[in-house]
């Protein structure tokens, strides 16, 4: 099983971005997915989740009315549409998936990693 993120890269603050995260080598839809970012020297933190059918989904309160997750079971394919970027949103990018209805918040939570896409927002 593979989780290959793209889409990141260098955004000036206000701007946006959208990640990708295609998933392969499993049935997509058996799992509930989400977006997780690390800063240099910080814990890996939540940014948003959604379940396994797309309808419900969940965002940290630094994501709640910027970001938008989604997915495309039929593409195999997971997005995060980042808009008003700031600095603080500058870290790797991570998606994650777990064999799961409903997404969850915490990391030890999900088995499978996607190797991370670099933000970095400029001021």
């Known amino acids: 099983v593979q989780l290959q993120a793209s889409g990141g890269g260098l955004a000036q603050t206000g701007g946006s971005l959208r990640l990708s995260c295609l998933a392969s080598?499993?049935?997509?839809?058996?799992?509930?997915m989400g977006w997780f970012r690390q800063a240099p020297g910080k814990e890996r933190e939540f940014v948003a989740g959604i379940s396994r059918s797309g309808i419900s989904t969940y965002y940290a309160d630094s994501a709640k009315g910027r970001f938008t997750i989604s997915r495309d079971n039929a593409k195999t394919t997971l997005y995060l549409q980042m808009n008003s970027l700031g600095p603080e949103d500058t870290a790797v990018y991570f998606c994650?998936?777990?064999?799961?209805?409903?997404?969850?918040?915490?990391?030890?939570?999900?088995?499978?990693w996607g190797q991370g896409t670099q933000v970095t927002v400029s001021s």
């Open positions: 080598g499993r049935t997509f839809s058996n799992y509930a």
């Open positions: 994650a998936m777990r064999f799961h209805t409903a997404y969850s918040v915490c990391v030890d939570s999900y088995d499978t």
